[in-house]
């Protein structure tokens, strides 16, 4: 399959283990991921390496033309399970370039910015400083991706504060369409290479998407680095003609019409793995 989509939950936070964070940090808006929620990244990204090669031939020479690219909410959360997920699939090919694995950041996925989240706005300083973070990375020298910096964003920055339900619904279906749309409009003048996109973003986002992926209502509590699958099915394929069409009534004609699977005249996104986390069996308290 030519274009995947995989949705990911960032892994275990700190300020949900440990309850005197949120006292002792200048930033008690934007924890970091605890040691267990990095090993969980890293498995995370070693499953993603593992599942795409159901859906492809195995010789080595169409493993090579894989082009992975990771979408990310700019929180530290995020961005470390990205890059957690980058260094799983790195380290499971040994003769993947950084060049295979780009790195994206995009605030369309950020947390819901919410007052039920937060009593005051998030500043957008954050993104400034992952950035900084991932300049002073890339600069010492990691070889298992690249940032990609030329990416010009869906948001640039965090959404308004405070954000209603409607507005966070419709900002990340906003999301999907504006990171998938150039990858599926490609692929009708070039199918040779697989391309696997990963979002990895917060628990509402996550549903969003997913929601608006399998056009059911999928809505559930994803685990720390819960992933969902969504295999895009070109129209007029063999594979598009076996998938049954499925209807629903969306209660909200804008998130209807930002929806990149609705009608779409090019295909349909088809979920077949959602919310699990089974690949981390075997990780302490997962």
Same mark, same amino acid.
């Given at each position: 399959?030519?274009?995947?989509?995989?949705?990911?939950? $960032?892994?275990?936070?700190?300020?949900?283990?440990?309850?005197?964070?949120?006292?002792? *940090?200048?930033? !008690?808006?934007?924890?970091?991921?605890?040691?267990?929620?990095?090993?969980?990244?890293?498995?995370?990204? =070693?499953?993603?390496?593992?599942?795409?090669?159901?859906?492809?031939?195995?010789?080595?020479? $169409?493993?090579?033309? =894989?082009?992975? %690219?990771?979408?990310?909410?700019?929180?530290?959360? *995020?961005?470390? *399970?990205?890059?957690?997920?980058?260094?799983?699939?790195?380290?499971?090919?040994? /003769?993947?370039?950084?060049?295979?694995?780009?790195?994206?950041?995009?605030?369309?996925?950020?947390?819901?910015?919410?007052?039920?989240?937060?009593?005051?706005?998030? !500043? /957008?300083?954050?993104?400034?400083?992952?950035?900084?973070?991932? $300049?002073?990375?890339?600069?010492?020298?990691?070889?298992?991706?690249?940032?990609?910096? *030329?990416?010009?964003?869906?948001?640039?920055?965090?959404?308004?504060?405070?954000?209603?339900?409607?507005? %966070?619904?419709?900002?990340?279906?906003?999301?999907?369409?504006?990171?998938?749309?150039?990858?599926?409009?490609?692929?009708?003048?070039?199918?040779? &290479?697989?391309?696997?996109?990963?979002?990895?973003?917060?628990?509402?986002?996550?549903?969003?998407?997913?929601?608006?992926?399998?056009?059911?209502?999928?809505?559930?509590?994803?685990?720390?680095?819960?992933?969902?699958? =969504?295999?895009?099915?070109? &129209?007029?394929?063999?594979?598009?003609?076996?998938?049954?069409?499925?209807?629903?009534?969306? !209660?909200?004609?804008?998130?209807?019409?930002?929806?990149?699977?609705?009608? /779409? !005249?090019?295909?349909?996104?088809? %979920?077949?793995?959602?919310?699990?986390?089974? $690949?981390?069996?075997?990780?302490?308290?997962?």
């Amino acid at each position: 399959m030519p274009l995947t989509l995989f949705l990911v939950r $960032h892994g275990e936070r700190m300020d949900h283990v440990e309850s005197s964070f949120l006292y002792t *940090t200048p930033t !008690p808006y934007d924890p970091p991921l605890t040691p267990r929620g990095k090993r969980q990244a890293e498995k995370t990204g =070693a499953y993603i390496y593992d599942i795409r090669l159901e859906t492809i031939d195995k010789d080595r020479d $169409h493993q090579r033309n =894989a082009e992975y %690219v990771i979408y990310v909410s700019p929180f530290l959360r *995020t961005v470390e *399970t990205a890059v957690g997920i980058a260094e799983g699939i790195s380290t499971s090919q040994s /003769n993947l370039p950084a060049s295979a694995i780009k790195l994206r950041i995009e605030s369309a996925l950020a947390e819901w910015h919410t007052a039920a989240y937060y009593a005051q706005a998030v !500043p /957008n300083s954050i993104i400034t400083t992952r950035v900084e973070e991932l $300049h002073r990375l890339t600069a010492s020298g990691q070889p298992f991706f690249e940032v990609d910096w *030329t990416y010009k964003p869906v948001f640039d920055q965090l959404p308004d504060y405070p954000e209603g339900i409607y507005e %966070v619904s419709k900002r990340c279906a906003d999301a999907l369409q504006g990171i998938a749309a150039p990858y599926i409009e490609s692929l009708q003048q070039d199918s040779s &290479k697989d391309i696997v996109l990963i979002i990895v973003t917060h628990g509402w986002c996550f549903n969003v998407i997913q929601e608006a992926c399998s056009k059911e209502s999928t809505w559930t509590e994803a685990g720390f680095c819960a992933i969902s699958r =969504a295999r895009w099915i070109p &129209k007029g394929t063999q594979e598009e003609q076996r998938v049954p069409s499925i209807k629903i009534d969306l !209660p909200d004609e804008d998130i209807k019409k930002a929806d990149v699977n609705d009608n /779409n !005249p090019l295909g349909k996104w088809i %979920v077949d793995i959602t919310s699990s986390v089974e $690949h981390l069996k075997g990780i302490l308290g997962s």
